[in-house]
Each structure stands twice: as C-alpha cells, then as structure tokens.
C-alpha cells in the first residue's frame, strides 16, 4: 500500500515568509508525528497527534510554528514568519498507535530552505 | 529527506565484512529501541527492533544488542553489501505507561560507507 507521502518536497523561501508543508500518513494510521532533521543534528521530535487527543506540542522551538490535523488524517505543520534556522528536512511520520511498539514509518520528507 | 551530512562518525567496511554500530542511549527509563536506515533523499526506514526485556534480537542479516547497564545499543549488520550505504540511527522511547505518547529520540546517526 501507500507509504506516508509529504509535499512539497523542496521548498525555498524568504525570511519573514510563512510556509505550510503537508503530510498524508498511511491510511488508517491514528498517530502521526513531525520531526525535524537539521544538517549537523539528528531528528528531533516537534509535534505528536493521537486520535482526537490533544497534540502533544511539546517539542515545538517557538510560537512562530504550528500544526493541525484534519479529520484524523492530513497534517499541515506552518511556519510563520521563517528564520535561517529553520531550514532543515521537516520529516513526518505514522503509526497505528495501538501498542508501545508500533513501528512509526516515515514520509521522505521536505527540505526547507529559508533564505 | 537527506541524512545529516556533516560531523556523522562514519564507519568504512569491506562488502563481505561484517559492520557493528554502535549507539550510546540517554533515558534510562526507556522501554523501547529501534534501529532506522535512512538512504540519501529518503526517510528514515525501520529496520529492527528491541523491547527494554531482551537483550538481543535477530532479523535478516541484522542482530541488536542491548546492554541496559551501560545504556549502550548496537547493530550488527552480516555480510555488509553495496546497499548498505546509508546514514543508521538509533531511537528510543518510553512505554506509555510512563510517558504520554510514542515519541522518539533519535541518536545522532553513524555513516556506513561499504567499499567493493
């Protein structure tokens, strides 16, 4: 079946724009995850969405980013008013979420690069 | 997605050989790892896993260890083959019985380059 899809795949913008990058998990997965991969730096964990529980937002950077999923499927994570340090491979994930061991697949992601 | 490019330790192996990686982990309070390979342009791909109870496991060609001690995991790959090549990264996380959520935190990730 379908993997975990993201779009756009590349995205170069200005600084102080906003941007919004979209992830569609595998169908019929209730977990999804954004995690964020800068050049230097591992991935690391920015938002968590589980079935109609309130995201855990913990590993947001700042106010300027956000997330939301629709309908318990699309994800849109939106930057506001970008800084060069946001550029990185924005990665999303899913999983079922049924057991502590469920494998979370990952999108291919999307590289922002913020100028 | 491209893997981290700069500053990975990277481990060079002839193909044949075997590879050990190794993965030093933070939380000792973790119940879970796993191993992703993540070939340039793509996501992070699972590879095997570990519950906190075992200390090993085996998949094809893959073996995890876990030394809950020293709070160390590796991965040995058998017989190291051309695709191979990818950036490794370990992960772990908390059951949800102590944690909400399954987040994971990713180790820094370890460059294997195989030579023919």
């Known amino acids: 079946g379908a993997g975990v899809s993201q779009s756009p795949s590349n995205k170069v913008t200005e600084k102080g724009k906003d941007v919004e990058l979209r992830c569609d998990p595998i169908?019929?997965?209730?977990?999804l995850y954004w995690y964020r991969q800068s050049l230097g730096q591992g991935l690391e964990f920015l938002i968590y969405?589980?079935?109609?529980?309130?995201?855990?937002k913990s590993g947001l950077p700042s106010d300027r980013f956000s997330a939301e999923r629709t309908g318990g499927s699309v994800s849109t994570l939106t930057i506001q008013r970008t800084q060069q340090e946001d550029s990185a491979v924005y990665l999303c994930?899913?999983?079922?979420?049924?057991?502590?061991?469920?494998?979370?697949?990952f999108g291919p992601g999307t590289r922002l690069t913020v100028l | 997605g491209e893997s981290v490019g700069l500053h990975l330790p990277t481990l060079s192996v002839q193909e044949g050989d075997n590879s050990i990686i190794n993965c030093a982990y933070s939380?000792?309070?973790?119940?879970?790892f796993i191993w992703y390979k993540q070939e340039s342009g793509k996501g992070p791909q699972f590879i095997i896993d570990?519950?906190?109870?075992?200390d090993k496991r085996q998949g094809q060609r893959v073996t995890v260890l876990l030394n809950k001690t020293v709070k160390h995991l590796s991965l040995q790959i058998a017989a190291t083959q051309p695709g191979d090549s990818a950036v490794y990264f370990c992960a772990e996380k908390m059951s949800r019985r102590k944690a909400a959520g399954n987040k994971l935190t990713f180790g820094g990730g370890t460059r294997v380059l195989v030579k023919p």
């Open positions: 994930a899913s999983s079922l979420d049924y057991t502590d061991t469920d494998t979370q697949y």
């Open positions: 969405f589980q079935g109609n529980s309130a995201p855990d």
């Open positions: 169908s019929g997965h209730t977990a």
């Open positions: 570990i519950r906190s109870n075992m």
């Open positions: 939380n000792s309070a973790s119940d879970y």
